[in-house]
């Protein structure tokens, strides 16, 4: 038997049953007929291939705050934001960030771009089309922008206000102990997941798609505040029913994935040269 890996902690069992038990039931749904008769329905025919374009979540009756969608985007290369990508956890919440910038980011990170027929694409993939995932920002130092959690729509590109307003304790009860890395960035996202979305054209194989998709986002995340210059750092260690209190969804249709603190550092990284970085600050799981 050849040896994929030893744990060095001896107490971790080496494989997690839950994971098999996702990894077997796909894998028994996966053949079946009705799944293969449901994706094909869904390939075929324009209006179950065009449902995508009413996955948008919107606010409508919250305060907005339009993004531009011109907003100049960062000339650095591919390459020099993957070798600048790095987790940075100590951010510099006196610097503020710029409508204009946040704008660009959330181009680059997360937007539309022309698509097939009238479905846009955007600028992750997803499975099927069917785009599952949501996104929040929580903004604290970004000039313009009452600070505040917001719900970023994509197709208007948009913010909208989520109230009542959120506060700082709430996320700091949430997400203790990176409750503080989170409240220290000039803003911090929340990628949450609609499952029903793709589910219910891939069924269980659906779950490994929502979760790729989400780390897809993750790093388009990563590596548009590489290309602008700013901190990120992913954040999986929440409570999620105060998580999910904190973005005001309901957990049984939406639920929250992951938070990223996003912005200005106190020792900004020079892009593309963190290739030759051993590394400033203490890795955390
Ligand atoms: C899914 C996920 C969850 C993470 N959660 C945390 C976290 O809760 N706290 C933290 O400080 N870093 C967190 N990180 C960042 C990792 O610690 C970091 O990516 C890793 O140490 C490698 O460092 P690098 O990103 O600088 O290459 C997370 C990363 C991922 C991908």
Known sequence: MPIIEQTVDSLIPPSDPGWELLHYSQFMEQWSDEVFGRMERYNTNPELWGESLHFVKSYEESRRVSLDRNAPLPTVSL?????????SRAFDLGAQVTLEQLSGFLRLAYSELPGRDAVPRRTIPSGGGRYPLELYVFARAVKGVQPGLYHYNIRRFELESVEPARTVEQLREAYSPYGGMLESAAFSLWVTVVPDRTNRKYGL????????ECGFLGQNIYLASSALGFGCCAVGGGWDPKVADFIGVNRSQEFP??????GPQMVPDKV???????GDQAEQP
């Open 272 to 278: 593309g040269l963190a290739v030759l970085d051993i």
């Open 257 to 262: 994935m992951l938070a990223l603190a996003v």
């Open 79 to 87: 390459v020099e934001a993957i070798a600048g990508r790095k987790s």
């Open 205 to 212: 194989r659906g779950w490994r798609f929502v979760m790729m």
